[in-house]
Antibody
Framework: QVTLRESGPALVKPTQTLTLTCTFS??????????VSWIRQPPGKALEWLAL???????YYSTSLKTRLTISKDTSKNQVVLTMTNMDPVDTATYYC???????????????WGQGTLVTVSS | QSVLTQPPSVSGAPGQRVTISCTGS?????????VHWYQQLPGTAPKLLIY???NRPSGVPDRFSGSKSGTSASLAITGLQAEDEADYYC?????????????FGGGTKLTVL
């Protein structure tokens, strides 16, 4: 079955760089159509899509956060990594990775999600 | 401010029917892009509830249904049950260049009275 799991630091200081890893199983990111996204949710607030990487190594970023984000994949390890630079307390959130796999990007939906990892930004 | 607008809260008694609206614009729902819905139970990750406007993944009860018209979409829940108490989010694609590509609504908290 498909599973995803996020890992990374629970606490980062302002201005530091956050690195999160999504380790997945049950599918391969080398399969045509497969994609993994990062999505975050500040406490008590709504979901926000951050970045997506596809099987062909194409990458898409939220316009508002594009300058701070980098997404990459290691297909052999079944991992996707997100880095976010210059962390700020407003970036405190639960960070999720999620799979999507439709043929058209316009129709993308997230069918499997990790459990999420809470990242707190504080000095 | 979310690109897709949802009511902050809705409520209903057990057995009743409730609907949750999701209003977008000409750069997302109105452009013909599909709408998807997620259910987030307290303290858990979101779960796909409806995809492609009106399709239910395997295992989702047929009490849940989705529809789309113009620049809006709706999620309907019939035969409301206590276990339906959760946050619900709509999601679509947005083609404007001023924001993210895949967008969510602000979420709606469903309370079962």
């Amino acid at each position: 079955q498909v599973t995803l799991r996020e890992s990374g630091p629970a606490l980062v200081k302002p201005t530091q760089t956050l690195t999160l890893t999504c380790t997945f199983s049950g599918f391969s990111l080398s399969t045509s159509g497969m994609c993994v996204s990062w999505i975050r949710q500040p406490p008590g607030k709504a979901l926000e899509w951050l970045a997506l990487i596809d099987w062909d190594d194409d990458k898409y970023y939220s316009t508002s956060l594009k300058t701070r984000l980098t997404i990459s994949k290691d297909t052999s390890k079944n991992q996707v990594v997100l880095t976010m630079t210059n962390m700020d307390p407003v970036d405190t959130a639960t960070y999720y990775c999620a799979r999507s796999s439709t043929g058209s990007y316009y129709s993308h939906y997230f069918d499997y999600w990790g459990q999420g990892t809470l990242v707190t930004v504080s000095s | 401010q979310s690109v897709l607008t949802q009511p902050p809260s809705v409520s209903g008694a057990p057995g009743q029917r409730v609907t949750i609206s999701c209003t977008g614009s000409s750069s997302n729902i109105g452009a013909g892009y599909d709408v998807h819905w997620y259910q987030q139970l307290p303290g858990t990750a979101p779960k796909l509830l409806i995809y492609g406007n009106s399709n239910r993944p395997s295992g989702v009860p047929d009490r849940f249904s989705g529809s789309k018209s113009g620049t809006s979409a709706s999620l309907a829940i019939t035969g409301l049950q206590a276990e339906d108490e959760a946050d619900y989010y709509c999601q679509s694609y947005d083609s404007s260049l001023s924001g993210p590509l895949w967008v969510f609504g602000g979420g709606t908290k469903l309370t079962v009275l």
